[in-house]
């Protein structure tokens, strides 16, 4: 396809794509939930069609390294998490009507701003399955239409999951068209990804490269994060239990993930617990890489590179360093951070507050792990996303958050005269 | 100045702007307050130095059009309307550290949504010297540091301005750095544009070419409108003299502003209300450019070409369509409005609810002028423009708007496991 069929083409998905998505806007709470009910059957009544079409992919897409063959894998039980997500979706409060706010002039006039959906919206994601479903359902649960640019060795799978989902959207009586599968094209996301006025909103869901190019691609608004530099920083009044505890689950719960945390910074005043936590991390397998004052603590420690201090490793491995309080603490944090998630662990409720009054990321906790940073666990039901910009929306990406708002005024005749 | 260094000066710029702007959040909204008040007074008391080099300004610009010239001017009543602007400012509600929401979770993590400053801010302007210190009261006030490029004809007014304000936040104990002003260099603005994780925000406010240029090439997110394509719908159970009254307003208090109507659309129920409009607009000097229908009505009437319907007039001109009710109104709304501001007219309040439900405007009205699209007009006590994207605000940015959002969580010792 050239760039100008590409672009043709998108213009007119988009078109179709809001044309459903405006029914989708004024449908009741109770149509966009049944649909997702009717959807949640269907992927349990096609199991079989839907694990054939995986089985399909996964063949045709034999040179997967492990980690991404694993991603593409539907088994009986990924399923059902996928029926479950879509039921979870549509138990969730409607965000859309809400009233975000309601005031009144001395000239009588009422202002109320509501939440209303954002328009359409494209997903660019990579091979799991699972995103497809969440994504459409979170999109059309808040009225935005969606159109779902998945890669192409999961075609099949996505394919089988998206017939489910329009026929849930056919059974209640909501337009098929609010969601749409592009073509696999390759110039199809460069044309997306320039829709300006047709696409109000991208958003990346993958690996690096994929995100760097959407950020660096993008004439449209994206909700992304590219990194995220973690940091948990244990306070001289910390806790020694609870900062063990959170450092190794926020380190090594899940070490590919987001919220992982990739340094440790460690008040000076505490020497003995920063040996105990270099201690307990290197026992469970993790790098420590370390300034001087850290390798003088435990000879496993490796030396660390200023390069360390900004690495997202997502993988065993942890940056250590000595700081001499919240101040330094701070002054690293939005040096070297990716102003996504970071912890303070303190036994000292002043301090705390000081922490999470300066790191200005989307999440800061004060005694409680950054494997936190996750919309199911801030009790969003599912996420389409974590952003790390600065503008809409900041942290996991939820229902809400996939929604706008417009100022309603109601007058009796006032003019400004 | 060569691409290469404008790029290498923004970055400095931006990196210094910001480590005053990190001083300027924590501060306290009476620091802030004491900043703007003292820059009012001094203002007030430098207004002999203001008014000179506003004189010099105007002596360069020997070239600019009469409604150019009368922007740039500065009188001592407009240099105390700017200093009583300041006041203002100052005296609005602190926008920082409002919590959004709060809520917890089974587990004990207590989330709070804090309003933060969105960071750097650069504001793209031209010749209006009041713009200087609006835009920069409402940046300082809400935290923001604020890169404030102005047009060249205004320079030596707005650095006599911006003195005054420096001067404000060294009173105040403030950084001074929070507030720059770049070089008039040309290459700058492609660079501050293309600022991509150095400068936060760009808001445009000018002419229709810089708008268009900002959107079209910027690579940091942008709040802006390029268009005010407005609407008055009067229904067919509309008041006749409210419906004369907000549309002669709306029309033609001022013309050249974004909130003014340019589109009449008018119930085919109500013909004789449709005449009494047309001619009323007519006799106040309003051109009427209509559809067959319309032009049946009146024999002043022009006949509408299709492009009359996306036309900005900014003048006394006026659109006028007859419809057949409101799904038709909606739907005219949505093919040509601009999602800037639209309003309808009418006695019926379900109507008027399915138009306030149905029109996807950052604004629509019931029984009010169209002029009311403006900050001052939603109480926000100034604003910094009005946008119409679908992301982080839409409509009057004021100083809310210029706020985005951190998660806090507070635990005690909390681990996913």
Same mark, same amino acid.
């Given at each position: ?32 939930? =049944?649909?997702?009910?009717? @959807? ?23 040179? $997967?390294?492990?980690? $991404?063959?694993?991603?593409? !894998? ?21 965000? $859309? ?11 009588? &006039? ?18 799991? %399955?699972?995103?497809? !479903?969440? =994504? ?13 640019? *998945? *890669?192409?060795? =999961? ?62 691609? @993008? ?28 450092? &190794? ?6 070490? @590919? ?13 505490? %020497? ?7 201690? =307990? ?8 890489? *370390? ?32 700081? *001499? ?39 800061? $906790? ?26 809409? @929306? ?7 958050? &996939? ?15």
């Amino acid at each position: 396809m050239t760039e100008a069929h590409a672009r043709e083409a998108v213009r007119g998905w988009a078109e179709s794509v809001r044309t459903a998505q405006r029914v989708l806007a004024a449908s009741s709470a109770d149509q966009r939930r =049944a649909a997702l009910r009717a @959807a949640a059957d269907l992927v349990r009544g096609r199991a079989d069609t839907v694990l054939a079409a995986n089985a399909a992919d996964r063949a045709a897409a034999s040179g $997967l390294s492990s980690a $991404l063959a694993d991603r593409l !894998a539907l088994t009986p039980a990924r399923l059902e998490a996928i029926a479950a997500g879509l039921e979870t979706v549509a138990a969730l409060p409607d965000p $859309l009507g809400r009233v975000l706010k309601r005031w009144e002039r001395p000239n009588g &006039l009422c202002f109320e701003r509501v939440a209303v959906p954002i328009g359409v919206i494209a997903i660019i994601y990579e091979s799991r %399955p699972n995103v497809t !479903a969440e =994504a459409a359902a979170l999109c059309l649960m808040s009225g935005n239409g969606c159109i779902l640019r *998945g *890669g192409s060795e =999961a075609a099949r799978s996505n394919a089988a999951l998206i017939a489910c989902i329009e026929a849930g959207l056919a059974a209640a009586g909501l337009p098929t068209a609010a969601l749409l599968v592009p073509s696999q094209d390759r110039a199809i996301v460069g044309s997306l990804l320039g829709a300006a006025g047709l696409i109000d909103l991208v958003i990346p869901r993958g690996g690096k490269s994929l995100v760097a190019r959407v950020e660096a691609e @993008a004439r449209v608004p994206v909700l992304s994060h590219l990194n995220g530099i973690n940091h948990v920083y244990v306070h001289k009044a910390a806790d020694a239990d609870i900062a063990e505890r959170v450092m &190794l689950d926020a380190k090594l719960r899940r070490t @590919a993930v987001c919220g992982a945390a990739e340094t440790l910074l460690i008040d000076a005043a505490r %020497p003995d617990l920063a040996r105990r936590l270099v201690a =307990a991390l290197i026992e469970r397998g993790c790098e420590v890489r *370390g300034d001087a004052a850290v390798a003088a603590l435990d000879a496993r420690v490796r030396p660390a590179s200023e390069a360390d201090w900004g690495a997202e490793y997502l993988d065993a491995i942890i940056a250590a360093r000595i700081v *001499g309080g919240i101040d330094e603490a701070v002054a690293h944090v939005a040096r070297h951070g990716s102003g996504h998630t970071d912890a303070i662990v303190t036994g000292d409720a002043a301090a705390a507050e000081r922490f999470l009054g300066s790191v200005d990321s989307a999440i800061v $906790l004060w005694n409680a792990s950054t494997q936190f940073a996750d919309g199911g666990e801030f009790g969003f039901g599912a996420e389409v996303g974590i952003a790390t910009g600065r503008l809409h @929306a900041r942290g996991p990406v939820g229902l809400e958050e &996939l929604t706008t708002y417009k100022t309603l005024v109601r007058g009796t005749g006032q003019v400004r005269g």
